[in-house]
């Protein structure tokens, strides 16, 4: 079964062209961005092509007999779209006009062996191979290093999208990579099933994308992370394939599948994954809790986790966040003062949502929180993949926005919040905005999930660098991850040695010289 293509993204911008198009800012906002940041004009440069590619014609005709010559893209808006991935730096350098990253070819293989060939292909050629799925990538995932090679392919998985099978036995589904999250879903609901994996990005991600990331999505509470549904995967490397997963559970020496869930395509390319499915719900609910403090709420948060009693979705907003998202402030909990807003969700047959549910509101009530009924948790669920439109929004009016991610055990929650905080705070300057919330918890820990706003400077690609840096800084010196579930990429490379050790980062030196002897696959991404 093959899903209808999904829509490619806006070459400077998030998401579908047609909504991104119409993603301004309403006039009441506007007041609101002139009073805080003040308003720039800062648009897109329009009409920047590509530099030309660097592969010769016969270099070409190879890639041509392995895929078929309508496989092997050179037109400059196909290289464009395969250019870097969308974090706020990403677009920036887009925005700009700057397409030097751009790929020589865009190659689009059909299956594993495919694949296998082009990986062949590339390491007798050294030629750089990008894996691509949906192009959602935040950290600098897809901007490879290309000096001392002879050029640059990005490998679409676009023809990869095929549900290849369904074992209602024992509630798994074997997917293709190039499945975008929608796509997946369409599939497995023909069999009412259902992955639950519900990120930001989840649009346009792909499932493969998910996989080489490590990707949490919105629903983790109740699903798990993505890493922790797959049950077998297939990759090729230029050294071979690898076919792993041939039982839930094993002792057989170190787990093996570890090596590619969060590769990133630096190791080889997932040409497959199975992976755990449960049952479409039948019921979904979302409601609105008050907390009087982001104190408050992380601790109830924590008290349901360790009490085996998460929501399906559960995700705390600190005070500066919720009095930004809220337009009406004072509707919660009837005061002027917003406080914190969590939002819960539930889902499953009638009977589990009416049970979790009646259990999670008696274990919050007790400690504190007042119940603000289905209005803002239904508001979050329609509005949830919207916040990176208005992103690109702001970026017209010269606003600077960006995210970032880490995660921690509990006892090191307070700290952690408070010195990234401040990071960002003292480097972007007076007048600049940092939101924060909690939306994977688990018995031992949760992820921080920071958003930032200031006025943009000459040179915002430089401004926000100094700010990743110092928040960076923090995150490491505070004895927490770099990421949570944004992946290494680029961006988080100069501090992974330090999270992982010198001895760890010899581990993975030795696992891409063993993998992939020519350096060609993603270089410069990941391995520190």
């Known amino acids: 079964m093959t899903p209808r293509t999904a829509v490619e993204m806006h070459p400077q911008r998030w998401g579908d062209p047609a909504v991104a198009a119409r993603s301004e800012l309403p006039e009441s906002a506007l007041g609101l961005v002139e009073l805080a940041f003040g308003l720039q004009d800062r648009p897109p440069v329009s009409g920047a092509t590509p530099p030309p590619s660097a592969l010769d014609a016969a270099l070409l005709d190879g890639l041509r007999a392995i895929v078929g010559e309508e496989h092997v893209l050179l ?3 196909t290289r464009a779209l395969r250019t870097r991935g969308k974090s706020t730096p990403d677009l920036l350098r887009a925005r700009a006009g700057d397409l030097s990253d751009a790929p020589d070819a865009v190659v689009r293989p059909d299956g594993h062996a495919a694949v296998t060939a082009v990986l062949a292909w590339a390491s007798e050629h050294r030629v750089v191979v990008v894996p691509f799925g949906g192009g959602t990538c935040v950290s600098g995932g897809l901007a490879a290093r290309r000096d001392g090679f002879t050029g640059l392919v990005s490998l679409d998985l676009v023809r990869m999208k095929r549900l290849l099978a369904v074992d209602e036995v024992s509630m798994t589904a074997t997917l293709e990579p190039g499945l ?6 369409a599939l497995l609901a023909e069999h009412g099933l259902t992955l639950g994996h519900y990120p930001q990005s989840y649009l346009h991600a792909s499932i493969g994308g998910f996989a080489a990331t490590r990707s949490s999505g919105q629903s983790s509470a109740g699903y ?12 090729a490397t230029p050294t071979g394939s690898l076919d792993l997963g041939s039982a839930p559970a094993n002792a057989a020496g170190p787990d093996l599948r570890q090596l590619l869930l969060g590769s990133e395509g630096a190791f080889g390319v997932i040409t497959s994954v199975t992976l755990r499915v449960r049952r479409a719900p039948a019921v979904t609910t979302y409601e609105g809790w008050r907390w009087p403090s982001f104190d408050a709420g992380s601790d109830a948060m924590r008290t349901l986790a360790q009490a085996g009693l998460l929501p399906t979705v559960i995700r705390l907003s600190d005070e500066t966040e919720t009095a930004i998202n809220l337009a009406d402030p004072g509707s919660i909990g009837g005061t002027e003062d917003p406080g914190c807003l969590m939002i819960t969700g539930h889902e499953g047959t009638t009977e589990q949502v009416a049970d979790r549910q009646a259990a999670v509101t008696q274990v919050l009530a007790d400690l504190g929180g007042t119940p603000l009924g289905t209005g803002p948790g239904e508001k979050w669920v329609h509005g949830r993949f919207e916040a990176p439109y ?3 929004a ?3 009016h010269g606003v600077l926005v960006e995210t970032l991610e880490t995660a921690t055990f509990w006892s090191n929650r307070e700290r952690l919040y408070a010195e990234v905080k401040a990071a960002l705070t003292a480097s972007l300057g007076e007048g600049s905005l940092v939101l924060c919330h ?6 031992t820990g949760c992820s921080l999930y920071f958003t930032v706003a200031a006025r943009q400077g000459d040179d915002p690609l430089a401004q926000w660098h100094v700010a990743k840096a110092a928040a960076s800084e923090a995150m490491i010196a505070a004895g927490a991850t770099i990421t949570h579930h944004h992946a290494v990429g680029t961006d988080h490379r100069p501090w992974l040695a330090r999270e992982i050790g010198e001895v760890g980062v010899r581990v993975l030196r030795a696992v ?13 991404v990941l391995v520190p």
Do not use: C, Q, W
């Open 75 to 77: 037109d400059d808006e």
């Open 180 to 185: 975008r999250g929608p796509e997946a879903e």
């Open 224 to 235: 798990g992370r993505f890493d922790a549904m797959v049950v077998g995967l297939t990759a």
């Open 390 to 392: 208005l992103r690109d």
């Open 394 to 396: 702001l970026l017209d």
């Open 438 to 443: 909690v939306s994977h918890v688990y018995e």
């Open 512 to 524: 891409k010289a063993e993998l992939d002897p020519a350096g060609i696959l993603n270089p410069g």
